[in-house]
């Protein structure tokens, strides 16, 4: 239990992971503040690393990068029965008077993962909920995954996705990693609805180099029918020299206002 609320930081608003195992059961972590990367918790390059989290809220976090309320540089994060909603990335920050902040998209940096940024590690979110994760992009290449931002490793089962906006991926937004090699999503018995992406993928969308991705939806529901702009799942490459994306639908219902699948 317990609460962790309203730091900032460069890195980690108010949780910074640096090596070890973080341990977090039913708190609530809330309103932290990067100005560049991880608004509430930022964990660090140590492979060895974790963050684990079982109930409990992330919320409200802001990221003048990326990972509004979560960046996952190396290791491994588990998070379990909790609740990532609010959460901003790629936003100008200015301090007021009286202590408060504001936000402005103007000339700011680009964000990639409102909620989460996955970069060169592992994420694992179980019966999880996902809300109103906001990345802020002034191109094709940033503003990518309104929730999630999985350059790496990243599975999902049992979890609910809504409201999430992104210039790429409303949801989810995916790009192979330069360094680890190939990209893998893997999301099970979840459900997506009312994300909007600018371009490409209202719900998930890719944007990979020379390593490719692979990506598995199993039992799952989209219904991002509102939004007419681009398709509900979107895949895509950023170079001509490159792996192939791989996407392996099962028992999964998309419902959309233009194209399912692009």
């Not at 290791?75 to 936000?103: E, F, H, I, P, Q």
């Not at 809300?131 to 094709?140: T, V």
């Amino acid at each position: 239990g317990g609460e962790i609320v309203d730091g900032n930081a460069s890195y980690g608003g108010n949780l910074y992971v640096d090596q070890g195992e973080v341990l977090i059961d039913g708190a609530i972590i809330y309103g932290g503040t990067a100005y560049d990367q991880g608004g509430n918790v930022y964990m660090e390059t140590n492979s060895d690393s974790q963050f684990i989290m079982y109930g409990g809220l992330i919320t409200g976090g802001q990221a003048g990068g990326g990972g509004g309320n979560l960046y996952v540089y190396a290791g491994t994060a588990n998070v379990y029965d909790t609740v990532l909603k609010n959460g901003m990335a790629g936003y100008n920050y200015t301090r007021n008077a009286d202590g408060t902040l504001s936000y402005s998209t103007t000339n700011a940096p680009s964000g990639n993962g409102g909620n989460v940024y996955i970069n060169n590690a592992t994420a694992n979110f179980e019966n999880c909920t996902l809300e109103n994760g906001r990345a802020f992009g002034k191109n094709s290449t940033n503003g990518i995954g309104g929730h999630i931002y999985n350059r790496y490793t990243l599975t999902m089962n049992n979890c609910t996705l809504t409201g999430g906006s992104g210039f790429r991926g409303g949801a989810i937004g995916i790009r192979d990693s330069s360094s680890s090699g190939a990209n893998y999503t893997e999301l099970k018995n979840c459900t997506f609805s009312g994300h909007t992406g600018t371009v490409l993928g209202s719900s998930i969308g890719t944007w990979t180099d020379t390593n490719g991705c692979q990506i598995v939806v199993e039992n799952c529901s989209f219904d991002d029918s509102h939004n007419a702009s681009c398709s509900v799942i979107a895949l895509d490459n950023a170079t001509s020299n490159k792996n192939p994306v791989t996407l392996t639908v099962k028992n999964s219902t998309v419902k959309a206002n233009g194209n399912a699948i692009w």
